[in-house]
Nanobody, 124 residues
Framework: VQLQAYGGGLVQPGGSLRLSCIVSGYTGTPYALGWLRQAPGKEREFVGGIAWTGGFTKYADTVKGRTTISRDTTKSTLYLQMDDLKPEDTAVYYC??????????????????WGQGTQVTVSS
């Protein structure tokens, strides 16, 4: 499975961003796709994920209410829409594929395939 994320950049506090992730090269359907992020000096953390077929979503408490994850299965594309961005949202954002079936996982080690990451900087 190959994943390619894009759409990052510099955003002002209170602004919005939309990241996209193109998924390709898979022979078995991923159960879920997730967005995870890593801020400087911190461990990588789960942002949210979506079941690829059923569309069920799960979000981290830190972004819940201002984040929407969606997917377009016809385009094999995953999206992350974040609003009301805060400086603490600054991080490298990764999309990743979870092949194990069952539920949308929050632990990064349960995601088997990763994109290259895209930098999001929230600053005035």
């Amino acid at each position: 499975v190959q994943l390619q994320a894009y759409g990052g950049g510099l955003v002002q506090p209170g602004g919005s961003l939309r990241l996209s992730c193109i998924v390709s090269g898979y022979t078995g359907t991923p159960y879920a796709l997730g967005w995870l992020r890593q801020a400087p000096g911190k461990e990588r953390e789960f942002v949210g994920g979506i079941a690829w077929t059923g569309g069920f979503t799960k979000y981290a408490d830190t972004v819940k209410g201002r984040t929407t994850i969606s997917r377009d299965t016809t385009k094999s594309t995953l999206y992350l829409q974040m609003d009301d961005l805060k400086p603490e949202d600054t991080a490298v954002y990764y999309c990743a594929a979870q092949m194990r079936w069952g539920r949308v996982e929050v632990k990064e080690y349960l995601y088997e395939h990763w994109g290259q990451g895209t930098q999001v900087t929230v600053s005035s």
